[in-house]
């Protein structure tokens, strides 16, 4: 059986993580990467992620089996235009964007189209670049797979069968269906976070009191608001008629909101909060999406010299890693004076059993 070969053209954070979940879980593979960031392919030589660094897009490439496109999108052009002199026509071409069709478009014209599958991770940070990069990024996360209409059916198989070695779940949607569903559930929601931070930013007092006390609800919602400005700013530009058709549904369905405010329709209003309470609640707990899965816990502590210590020390005797820790300022919607965030499912499950064992009081959310 022939070693799989797997090319990346750009080692951020979504290309260095799907090159992580590869060697973790196929550690037999051989991983060749391109990036115009030298210390992130120094880095990830240096970690053993990769077995190749190119410093530019070469032969060293015709031999993959995969080939994944992860540098920003407004690379792709550049990128293409070089892979189709050296591609071979056994690889499977795929990418890693949010938007499907500009890239089909483009596989399209370059007569790319009977060896290309769009691929999109359905995770991501708020941090950036290979250094922030992590196997268990794509963990249980759907992974839409936008297949062009000639590609093989063999080749779509092999494609999913590598999804599911690396922990996440194949998903396969034509690329027009992608990007409106992306729209709704990734796309919009960054739009309007970032409107809600600069709703409170406009609105707020000389003192900043807005900002200061921002805790709970706010900043549950608008977490996203603090990723990459440039990406963000490419995806709506992008794909910028499912935004915007969305966007003014959105603005009409607040509008009727702010009408059944005004009239003070007390019925209206419960049914509104009730509606959409029941149909998120609906949703699968497993991370699914481009917001990764938070695995936190609230915990009350006395307010004495050692507590937070107490708790660091406890966790680390039992080898369970903490990712993040801090006071709750203000627990609106959360409870416990302590908040603990883990780098994953299993450290948080054991965090849960060592420190009720212990006689801590836990709260956990969905």
Known sequence: MSTLTCGFIGLGLIGGSIAKAIRLRLPGARLIAYDINEA????????????????????????????????????????????????SPETILTDVGSVKTAIHRQIEALGLQDQFIGGHPMAGSERVGYRNSDAALLENAYYILT?????????????????????????????????YVTAAVSHLPHVIAASLVNLVKSSDSPEGIMKMIAAGGFKDITRIASSSPEMWQQICLTNTENISKLLKRYIDYLTQIARH???????????????????????????????????????????????????????????????????????????????????????????????????????TKN
């Open 40 to 87: 992130s392919l120094e880095l990830a030589l240096s970690e053993q992620t990769i077995d190749v660094s190119r410093n530019a897009i070469d032969d060293t490439f015709s031999g993959c089996d995969y080939l994944f496109l992860c540098a920003p999108v407004s690379c792709n052009d550049e990128n293409l235009t070089a892979i189709k002199n050296i591609l």
């Open 147 to 179: 297949p062009t209409e000639t590609v093989p059916a063999s080749r779509l198989e092999a494609y999913r069968a590598l999804v599911e070695a690396i922990g996440a779940i194949p998903l396969t949607l034509p690329f027009e269906e992608h990007d």
């Open 261 to 363: 405010l005004d009239d003070r329709s007390e019925q209206t209003l419960h049914d509104f909060f009730d509606t959409a309470r029941t149909y998120r609640e609906s949703f699968i707990s497993a991370s699914s999406g481009p917001i990764k899965a938070e695995y936190v816990f609230t915990v009350d502590i006395a307010d004495k010299p050692g507590a937070i210590a107490a708790i660091a020390s406890l966790l680390a005797m039992h080898g369970v890693s903490i990712k993040n820790i801090g006071i709750n300022h203000n627990r609106e919607l959360a409870e416990g004076a302590l908040r603990i965030e883990f780098n994953d499912k299993t450290a948080h499950e054991r965090a849960v059993e060592i420190m009720t064992s212990h006689g801590y009081q836990i709260h």
